[in-house]
C-alpha cells in the first residue's frame, strides 16, 4: 500500500520549463506546491567544471537512463513496433530542471500562422491546399492573445535577440541585446542580406550581458566555452529553470521539489483528480500525494503516457479517427535540420567556441512568409546558421565521397576541422491521422507498466518541404563563398531516431473537446482540475524551435490554474466547430 | 605557449609529461594529493623503471593495461584493427600511438560497454536477417548534414540481445576468422591492404555475424575508436592530446568571450580536463 502523504494545493509532475514556471507562479500566489522530478537533484556546481565531451555528447550524461523506461517506435498502424534501446537513438532530458537544462538556447516565437494554420491555410489557397490526410487545427488561440506570454517568459529566462523582421508585433524587444557575432554570423548575414533576405540574430537563451529577471534572479554573461547544448551551464549563464523559475519558487516557501520521485499514475475519482501516485527510487515506496489541481508538466511523451495509464481521457483510435490522447502526435525528425555544409580551402573558422545558440537566421522561408501556390506543401521553416562550438570528436566533417575511415578520412576530417560551415532548414512537421501515441502491448518499462508507443511515417509533402529548404540553403552556401557545397539528401523514412529532444503532441490544444485534450488554458476537458502543460499540447510542429513556445503556454497555464484555484470550473466554453474529417 | 606538436622531437617531451602526472596520481593516493608539485622530482628519481615504460611508444604508463578483453589475441586484433582506421601518418600518430586500443578496453569494462542504462529487456529479434542490419552510423555528423548518413531504416536499430563488451568480443573474433578464411591468415599478419579489406566486407555486411548485423559492429567500432582519438586524455585515449594538436583543438576552455569577434584562426596549446579542474 502507497503512503498517503498531507495533501497541498498543487501537485506538478516535471521540473522543466514548463513545471518551473507552473511552480514558480502558484508558490508566488501562495499556493502550497509539490512538484515531482524523476531524475537526481542537480544544482549549478553538477556542471562546475565537467567540460567533457564523451561523457555529455557522446554517453548521454544528461539524458533518461533507458533501462528502466523507452519507448517503442514503428511507421505504419498494422507493425510490431521495437524498443529504442539505445540513448544514441532516444534522448529525453532527466533530473532537477528536466531538457530545459541542456537545451542550446534558440528561442523562436511561433508565427501568427501556427496558431490558425488551418484557417489561415484556407483563407488564403482554399480547401484543397490541405490534403485529406492532414490533421493540422488552428489552436482555438492567436498569437495575438499569446503575446502577452512570450513576453513574460522571454523576460524570466532573459532572453538575448533581435526582433524578426518578418515577425509578428511585439509589444516589447527581448530584454537583452543580440550576442557577439563571430565571423560565420556575419558571414551569413552580410550574404543573406545581399541577396535580399532579412537575417538576423538567433535570440538566444544565452545571455549577451549580466541580467536581473522580473523575480530578482540574476542570470551570468555568456562565455562562448561551447559546452551547452547537452551540457549544464557552468556559470549560470544559460536560461534554464536552475537559476530562474525553481529558485524563485523556493524563495516563497511555498515550494517544495521531490527529487527521485517516478510517477505511475494521476489518481482520480468521479471525474476529478485526487492526486498522483509514485515511486521512491531510491527506497522503492511507493507514495500518494493528493492535491487540489494536478498539473502533468513532464515531457510529451511522459504526459501521455501518464494520461493512458491512468485510463484519463478517449485515447485515440487511428482506425476511426476518433478519441483525443495521442491524437496529432508531431516531431521533428531526420527530414529537418538538413541543409547545405561548405568547405574552405583558404578560410578557417574558430568553430571550437561558441554558444548554444549563437547564430543568425532569417526567416523568408518560415511559415506562410511565401506564397505556396505552385508549392506542393504548406508551412516552411527557418534557415539558419549556428556556432554551438564543436567538441573534437563532433567535428569529422568530410566532404562527400571521403571515405568514412583509413587514411584519407584521416586527412580530410583533420584538414576540415575548422573550416566548415553549415546552413539549415528547421522546417515545420504537419500532423497526420496515422502518426499518434498509445500503449505497446508487449513491452514493459521496470515496474511492469507498459511503454508508451510511437507511430509515425512521413507525410507527402514532408520531403518535398525538405527538398525546398535544402536547396536555398545550398544557394546561400554557395553565396557565402564555400569551395566544396555538399548537399542533405531528404529521408523518404523515418529513422526511428528520437534525438532533437523536439517531439509534441498528443495532448492538444483546442477549442473543441472532440479534436482536442486541453482547452487554452491547458486544462482537460474532461477533467477540471488537471492541466497538461508543455510541448504535448502542439497540434503541429511550427518552422521554429519550441522552446519559447513551451514557457508561453507554462504562463499561460498558470494564469488559468490560478483562476481554477479560485473560481474552479471548466475556464473556457466549449465550441462544437469539429473540423477532423470522419472517416466514413 | 607556442604550439609545438609539429615537432618531431617532442615524442619524448610528451612521454615525460604523461610520467609526471602519473607519478602525481600516485603521490596523490599516498599524501592526499596537496603536495603535487614538490613529490615530483622525488618520485622522478625514485622510480626510473616506470620512466623507462613509458618511454616505449604504446605505453601511457601504469594506467595502460587490459581489464576487460582477456586475451592478449582479441587485443591485438583490436589494436591492429583501430590503426587501420585512423592510422599513423605524416600528420601525426594513428590509433595505437594516442592509445585508443586501451580507451575502448576501458570503455567496454565500464557501465557504456555493459548497455547499463540502455533498455535490455525482451523479447529480442533473433532472426536479425530477417530484421536487416541496424544501428547503422548515424554519428558521423551530428551537428549537420552528411546525405551519406541519412540511411533510411525501418526499424529502431539497436536490436541484438548482447551488450557492446559481448559485441565487441564477437565481432574482433569475428574479424580474425573472416580473415583466415579469405587469406588463410591471422588479421594481425595481413597486409595493411588485405587488413582494409576483411575490415571493408564488415562495412558493407557481407560477413554473417549472429545476432547482429556485421555493419552494426563495424560501426560501433569506428565510432569507438574516433571517441578514443578526441576524448579527453582521462579516459586513456588521445594520449598527450595528440588527437586535439592534430585538429587544433584547445580542450576545455573557461571563456571565449574576448576572441569570439576575431578574424583570424588561433591556435592555442590543448588544456585538459585536468588541468581546467586543477585551477
Avoid at chain 1, 424 to 453: E, F, I, K, Q
Avoid at chain 2, 22 to 31: F, H, I, Q, R
Avoid at chain 2, 81 to 86: D, S, V
Amino acid at each position: 500500500m502507497a503512503v498517503k502523504l498531507p495533501k497541498v494545493d498543487v501537485v506538478v509532475v516535471g521540473t522543466g520549463w514548463a513545471g518551473g514556471v507552473v511552480s514558480a507562479e502558484l508558490s508566488k500566489a501562495g499556493y502550497k506546491v509539490v512538484a515531482l522530478e524523476r531524475g537526481k537533484n542537480v544544482t549549478r556546481s553538477d556542471y562546475i567544471g565537467v567540460k567533457d565531451e564523451l561523457r555529455y555528447t557522446n554517453r548521454y550524461e544528461m539524458m533518461q537512463d533507458l533501462s528502466s523506461e523507452t519507448i517503442t517506435s514503428r511507421s505504419n498502424i498494422d507493425e510490431v513496433a521495437l524498443p529504442v534501446r539505445t540513448r544514441k537513438e532516444f534522448m529525453a532530458g532527466t533530473d532537477l530542471g528536466g531538457g530545459s537544462v541542456h537545451w542550446a538556447g534558440a528561442t523562436y516565437r511561433w508565427r501568427a500562422y501556427d496558431f490558425e494554420i488551418r484557417s489561415k491555410t484556407i483563407e488564403r489557397y482554399g480547401k484543397n491546399k490541405i490534403p485529406d490526410d492532414m490533421s493540422i487545427q488552428d489552436w482555438g488561440i492567436t498569437y495575438e492573445e499569446m503575446e502577452p506570454y512570450y513576453d513574460r517568459w522571454e523576460k524570466t529566462a532573459g532572453i538575448s535577440g533581435e526582433p524578426d523582421p518578418l515577425g509578428d508585433p511585439r509589444s516589447d524587444d527581448y530584454p537583452n541585446p543580440p550576442m557577439k557575432a563571430s565571423p560565420a554570423i556575419n558571414l551569413f548575414m552580410e550574404t543573406t542580406k545581399k541577396m535580399g533576405y532579412h537575417p538576423y540574430r538567433v535570440a538566444a537563451g544565452n545571455l549577451s550581458q549580466t541580467y536581473v529577471n522580473p523575480d530578482g534572479e540574476q542570470l551570468n554573461q555568456c562565455m562562448f566555452c561551447s559546452f551547452c547544448t547537452q551540457y549544464g551551464c557552468d556559470f549560470g549563464a544559460k536560461s534554464d529553470p536552475l537559476v530562474t523559475v525553481l529558485p524563485t519558487a523556493e524563495k516563497t516557501g511555498n515550494f517544495e521539489a521531490r527529487t527521485g520521485a517516478y510517477v505511475r499514475r494521476v489518481l482520480h475519482k468521479d471525474g476529478k483528480a485526487t492526486g498522483v501516485l509514485y515511486v521512491d527510487t531510491m527506497t522503492g515506496e511507493e507514495f500518494e500525494q493528493p492535491a487540489d489541481v494536478v498539473v502533468l508538466a513532464a515531457f510529451t511523451l511522459t504526459n501521455n503516457r501518464l494520461l493512458l495509464l491512468s485510463k484519463i481521457g478517449q485515447p485515440y483510435d487511428p482506425k476511426t479517427r476518433t478519441g483525443v490522447i495521442g491524437r496529432n502526435f508531431n516531431a521533428q525528425f531526420n527530414n529537418t535540420f538538413l541543409g547545405a555544409r561548405g568547405y574552405f580551402k583558404d578560410k578557417k573558422f574558430n568553430y571550437y567556441m561558441g554558444a548554444g545558440a549563437l547564430g543568425a537566421t532569417l526567416s523568408d522561408f518560415a511559415g506562410d512568409n511565401f506564397d505556396h501556390t505552385d508549392l506542393d506543401f504548406i508551412n516552411g521553416g527557418g534557415i539558419e546558421i549556428r556556432q554551438y562550438g564543436d567538441g573534437a570528436i563532433a567535428t569529422n566533417h568530410v566532404p562527400d565521397g571521403t571515405p568514412s575511415w583509413g587514411k584519407e578520412f584521416k586527412e580530410n576530417s583533420i584538414r576540415y576541422a575548422n573550416r566548415s560551415l553549415v546552413v539549415w532548414y528547421t522546417m515545420a512537421t504537419m500532423s497526420y491521422w496515422h502518426n499518434y501515441l498509445s500503449l505497446d502491448p508487449t513491452y514493459t518499462d521496470s515496474l511492469n507498466d507498459p511503454l508508451l508507443r510511437v507511430t509515425y511515417k512521413y507525410g507527402k509533402q514532408d520531403k518535398p518541404m525538405a527538398e525546398f529548404g535544402i536547396e536555398k540553403s545550398r544557394e546561400i552556401m554557395e553565396a557565402m563563398g564555400a569551395d566544396i557545397v555538399d548537399v542533405d539528401e531528404a529521408p523518404d523514412e523515418f529513422d526511428h531516431v528520437y534525438d532533437g529532444m523536439h517531439y509534441a503532441g498528443g495532448v492538444i490544444i483546442g477549442a473543441d473537446p472532440a479534436t482536442s485534450a486541453v482547452n487554452t488554458y491547458l486544462q482537460m476537458w474532461d477533467m477540471d482540475n488537471l492541466f497538461v502543460v508543455g510541448a504535448s499540447a502542439f497540434p503541429q510542429f511550427a518552422g521554429h524551435h519550441p522552446t519559447a513556445t513551451v514557457g508561453a503556454v507554462a504562463y499561460r497555464a498558470a494564469e488559468g490554474i490560478e483562476n481554477y484555484l479560485k473560481n474552479g470550473g471548466q475556464l473556457v466554453q466549449v465550441k462544437n466547430e469539429s473540423n477532423i474529417k470522419s472517416i466514413s | 605557449m607556442a604550439d609545438k606538436s609539429t615537432d618531431p622531437n617532442e615524442k619524448q617531451g610528451m612521454s615525460r609529461r604523461t610520467f609526471l602526472k602519473n607519478s602525481g596520481l600516485v603521490a596523490g593516493g599516498v599524501v592526499g594529493g596537496s603536495l603535487f608539485g614538490g613529490l615530483i622530482t622525488n618520485q622522478i628519481k625514485k622510480q626510473p623503471e616506470v620512466e623507462e615504460l613509458s618511454d616505449a611508444k604504446i605505453s601511457g604508463g601504469l594506467q595502460e593495461a587490459r581489464i576487460f578483453i582477456n586475451r592478449a589475441e582479441d587485443f591485438a586484433i583490436l589494436s591492429a584493427a583501430t590503426e587501420r582506421i585512423f592510422p599513423a601518418d605524416d600528420l601525426g600518430p594513428g590509433a595505437i600511438e594516442l592509445g585508443v586500443p586501451y580507451f575502448i578496453d576501458k570503455q567496454l569494462a565500464g557501465e557504456w560497454g555493459n548497455n547499463a542504462k540502455e533498455y535490455m529487456k525482451g523479447p529480442f529479434i533473433t532472426n536479425i536477417q530477417a530484421a536487416g542490419a541496424h544501428n547503422e552510423s548515424g554519428e558521423q555528423d551530428k551537428q549537420g548534414p552528411n546525405s551519406a548518413t541519412q540511411v533510411p531504416v525501418p526499424t529502431p536499430r539497436y536490436q541484438t540481445i548482447m551488450n557492446r563488451g559481448e559485441l565487441f568480443i564477437v565481432g574482433l573474433r569475428k574479424i580474425d576468422e573472416v580473415a583466415q578464411e579469405k587469406y588463410d591468415t591471422r588479421f594481425v599478419d595481413l597486409s595493411p591492404e588485405e587488413q582494409d579489406d576483411v575490415l571493408r566486407m564488415f562495412e558493407e555486411d557481407e560477413v554473417e555475424m549472429k545476432s547482429v548485423g556485421a555493419s552494426n559492429f563495424f560501426y560501433l567500432l569506428l565510432s569507438t575508436t574516433l571517441e578514443g582519438v578526441y576524448a579527453d586524455p582521462v579516459y586513456g585515449g588521445n594520449k598527450n592530446m595528440m588527437g586535439w594538436k592534430m585538429k587544433e583543438y584547445p580542450g576545455p576552455r573557461m571563456s571565449y568571450l574576448d576572441v569570439i569577434e576575431e578574424e583570424d584562426f588561433i591556435v592555442m596549446e590543448p588544456e585538459s580536463l585536468r588541468q581546467y579542474q586543477g585551477h
